[in-house]
């Protein structure tokens, strides 16, 4: 297959022996690693963030040794946009977003295809672990779970249109770690024991309101803890530092363990109680993407799930008007939140995924 093909190398071992398989299969291949932000704009100052001087210069010998070229591009005024204003925005309206779904829906893929489209460059690949299917039956392209379970990565990709998924390559789909490491590690690759990146790239040592405060410029204010009737319980230090289902840190004494229920930014109140008010079987979720159909004119059986690293649970889902959906689950999900996203299965295939609606709307 005479294809022209950019290999996204963020400087670790996985997209590494993505170009290893890109070049070992025939294709031609041109490296380019993403430089999102300065450590300046997140107010970190080593170089140890994603995206640095140090991952540059993995991927460029990487490149060198598979006789590959390579180039850095700079796409840091549309990620600011897309994905740090948007993260802070969301994060001071009391909701809990995914910056990595807004960077692969707006930036990674798009960006690099628009980019390179002139250079007769046709497809992306990319480390993810997950494979991609061209269906005939529907005329459409699937994403598949990754064979490594532990590492499937479905579920920050719903967001792909089709345009983008025809465009794209997941060589590592059939694949383990393991298996990755040792392909690295024969081929002498300067990263094959690099340990993989864990925190949001943009968010230094996982500290949120630090980074919220110096890319905003706001200070995060002082408000009440209170029980769903109301009374008064405790101050919090500001909606944006709690997650929903959180019990750790909220330096409460109280008669009972007290769990983070809800938040309401328009009132600075992050609303506290028992661990059992925590449980919901129905789930609004917006903004959705449907990716092995084109959408839903009835109910249908699925599997869902809520967070990246949760099981999925069966549930029915309901088509609603305004383009979004209703999970109805067999049994209650714990700790729904906000902001976060919602991703559907039809086995080993990903259906579609969307955004858990506010609160108000559950």
Request: net charge negative.
């Amino acid at each position: 297959m005479d294809k022209k093909i950019i290999a996204a190398m963020s400087g670790g071992v996985d997209s590494a022996v993505c170009a290893f398989l890109l070049k070992s299969r025939g294709y031609t291949a041109k490296g380019v690693t993403l430089k999102l932000f300065e450590n300046e704009d997140i107010g970190a100052f080593d170089e140890r963030n994603c995206g640095s001087d140090e991952d540059i210069n993995d991927a460029k010998k990487v490149c060198e040794r598979l006789g590959m070229e390579h180039e850095v591009l700079s796409l840091k005024e549309k990620f600011k946009k897309c994905v740090m204003d948007d993260f802070a925005c969301k994060y001071f309206d009391g909701l809990t977003p995914n910056p990595c779904i807004e960077c692969n829906k707006h930036i990674k893929f798009t960006s690099i295809l628009d980019k390179y489209s002139a250079e007769g460059f046709t497809h992306v690949a990319t480390g993810h672990y997950c494979s991609i299917i061209y269906d005939e039956g529907s005329g459409r392209y699937l994403i598949k779970k990754a064979i490594d379970e532990g590492k499937d990565q479905t579920y920050v990709l719903y967001g792909l249109s089709q345009e983008t998924l025809s465009r794209t390559l997941f060589p590592l789909g059939g694949m383990t770690k393991a298996e990755v490491r040792k392909i690295a590690e024969e081929n002498g690759f300067i990263n094959a024991r690099k340990k993989d990146s864990q925190d949001i790239c943009f968010i230094k040592d996982g500290n949120y309101r630090n980074f919220l405060e110096h890319h905003t410029g706001k200070v995060l204010k002082e408000g009440d803890f209170r029980l769903s009737d109301g009374t008064f319980v405790a101050k919090h230090k500001g909606v944006p530092c709690y997650t929903i289902g959180q019990r750790k840190g909220l330096g409460i004494a109280w008669e009972h363990p007290l769990y983070v229920i809800s938040k309401d930014a328009e009132t600075n109140t992050v609303v506290v109680g028992k661990e059992e008010l925590l449980f919901t079987d129905r789930v609004i979720v917006e903004d959705v993407n449907f990716i092995a159909v084109a959408g839903l004119d009835s109910s249908m059986k699925a599997t869902a799930k809520l967070r990246y690293h949760q099981g999925e649970s069966e549930c029915v889902i309901h088509p609603l008007d305004g383009g979004k959906v209703l999970l109805e689950f067999d049994k209650p999900q714990r700790a729904v939140t906000p902001g976060q996203a919602a991703v559907f299965y039809s086995g080993e295939f990903v259906l579609g995924g969307g955004t858990i609606a506010n609160s108000q709307s559950l």
